[in-house]
């Protein structure tokens, strides 16, 4: 079994403490790896050494073309070790070979974008329209890295989602540490390998691993950090926006999400019945983006539904590894019992169960997670299971009657990260598209991401976003520089001086 230890300045390192924990395999319960249990304490040694590389170390000096060779040389060997990085994910996660094949293969790619963004970012100064006295001041404006970036990710996307964190950070000249969920944290500390063996400069780089509890507490707290990237629940994400404040960090939050799902009355039904179970079933629904909530017309309702309960009850769950499974296991037994409250909650609030709604077992189903896609019909806007993130395989469906109601229904969450609409009418799918509070439409599609585009939450789904030149952004601060050289000094009054330039 793997034994891997935490990544502090350069250097591979048990916790202080010594302590350490399993990761466990979600499809049979068995441990994958030796996890170091760390502390606060371990968290304050990373973020001084990455405090260090930042204020000392060469990284952030460093001509974005060198930096730029660096993370190419990290993507490149991403890109060779595709195959081995998706079992381990599957392992680690519970996801299906065909989902971590995917991230794999879009991680390599997404921080190969990254490595290529590293070049614009060189501290050069751009100028701009003289402000002040033509002809004898300049105006520039310089971004400049923003320290260092403690940076906190969830069990869904563990690959992924390190690469979202770290690749913008280090294009941008930053120094990070970052620490991944405890249930997945095979892949994030696999990254620290490939740091090191590239040889990005020791500090720059800081995987710890240990409770979000005690050392996000850490991270979000410390003087010594500049900026807090977050990716989770909604919940702690408000604690860290909280605990951020006492030192005012910069933060970007990307949140949960409870997606709307509307499939017009012209929808292609062809399409959108797959697509409706592609955009909710998903990973098991262990997605932020995922459309949890399906919207249908009175007219579709009950043969849509019926066509999609056959698909579902049809899907097969197994083995992750196995190319032919649609459904692994979820993330954890924790995660399993939470999905399966949520059933009963449901149940409870008078929604009516059409499939599924039960741990799936039989065979080799009997070891792990698993939670047999779950359909519900007669949601109302006002059930818990309509508000609140499920994040499992459990899917609400309402019914409206009007196009302004799905509209209305769709808004009225306090999330706002992703919406979908379904119609053979474009023009008429993008006006109701237009009315969605929500970060990402997709019409026709879900899930559908490009590293060139930002993502990220209005409402409670988040603050700031990821990819796009918006999202390397938020690692940057913006510098004003004023420049006058005038050899002399004007002694007139401030009022005549502002007035006599225009
Ligand atoms: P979570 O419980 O919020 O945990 C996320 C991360 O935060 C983990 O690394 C966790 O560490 C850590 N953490 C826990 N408590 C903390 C605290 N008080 N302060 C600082 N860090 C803390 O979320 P999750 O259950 O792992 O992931 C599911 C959630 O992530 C869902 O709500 C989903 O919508 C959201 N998500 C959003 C996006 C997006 O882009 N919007 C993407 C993926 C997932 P431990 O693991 O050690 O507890
Ligand atoms: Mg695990």
């Known amino acids: 079994m793997e034994d891997y230890k935490l990544y502090i300045d350069g250097k591979f390192e048990n916790a202080e403490s010594g302590d350490t924990y399993k990761s466990i395999n979600p499809y049979n319960g068995e441990a994958i790896a030796t996890i170091p249990q760390g502390s606060a304490r371990d968290a304050d040694r990373a973020i001084r050494a990455a405090r260090k590389a930042f204020d000392e170390g060469p990284w952030p000096r460093m001509a974005g073309e060198e930096r730029s060779a660096l993370i190419g040389k990290a993507a490149g060997l991403l890109k060779e070790r595709m195959k081995d990085y998706a079992r381990l994910e599957s392992l680690d996660s519970g996801g299906t070979i065909n989902k971590t094949g995917a ?55 563990p690959y992924m989602m390190a690469i979202w964190k770290l690749g913008p950070a280090l294009a941008t000249g930053n120094t990070v540490v970052l620490k991944p969920a405890s249930l997945t944290p095979v892949m994030a500390l696999e990254l620290a390998r490939v740091c090191d063996e590239v040889g990005i400069p020791p500090g720059v780089v800081n995987i710890i691993t240990g409770p979000g509890g005690e050392m996000g507490a850490a991270m979000t707290e410390h003087p010594l950090v500049d900026k807090v990237a977050f990716t989770g629940s909604t919940e702690v994400g408000r604690d860290i926006m909280a605990k951020a404040a006492g030192t005012l960090k910069k933060v970007t939050l990307e949140c949960g999400g409870k997606g709307a799902n509307i499939v017009l009355d012209d929808a292609d039904w ?172 997709w019409i026709n599609e879900w899930h559908m991401l490009s590293e060139r585009a930002p993502f990220g939450g209005y409402k409670q789904s988040g603050v700031g976003r990821e990819f796009g030149d918006e999202g390397l952004g938020e690692y940057c601060e913006l510098k004003t520089l004023y420049i006058d050289d005038a050899k002399t000094r004007e002694n007139k009054p401030w009022y005549d001086m502002v007035v006599a330039r225009g």
């Open 270 to 441: 062809d399409v959108a019945v797959d697509g409706s179970i592609w955009a909710s079933f998903y990973h098991q629904g262990q997605v932020c983006e995922s459309g949890t909530r399906l919207m249908l017309s009175a007219k579709d309702h009950d043969g849509f539904v019926e066509q999609m309960v056959d698909k579902l009850n049809a899907m097969k769950m197994g083995d992750p590894l196995d190319k032919e499974t649609q459904l692994g296991p979820v993330v954890s037994e924790g995660q399993m019992k939470s999905v399966l409250d949520y059933v009963a909650i449901g149940k409870g609030e008078g929604a009516k169960l059409m499939c599924g709604g039960a741990r799936a077992t039989g065979g080799d189903l009997d070891k792990g997670c698993f939670v047999r896609p779950t359909l519900f019909t007669g949601v109302t806007n006002d059930m818990r299971i309509a508000r609140e993130e499920i994040f499992g395989p459990v899917l609400a469906v309402l019914k409206y009657g009007s196009e302004d109601e799905a509209v209305a229904l769709a808004n009225d969450s306090i999330y706002g990260l992703s919406g979908g609409v379904w119609s053979r009418n474009i023009d008429r799918a993008r006006k109701v598209a237009g009315r969605l509070r929500t970060g990402t439409v």
């Open 103 to 157: 991230d794999a293969f879009l991680a390599a790619r997404q921080l190969a974008f990254f490595a290529e963004q590293a070049k614009r970012f060189n501290g050069e100064p751009e100028e701009i329209p003289g402000l002040q006295r033509e002809g004898r001041s300049f105006n520039y404006v310089i971004r400049e890295p923003m320290g260092v970036c403690a940076q906190i990710i969830p069990w869904n996307f």
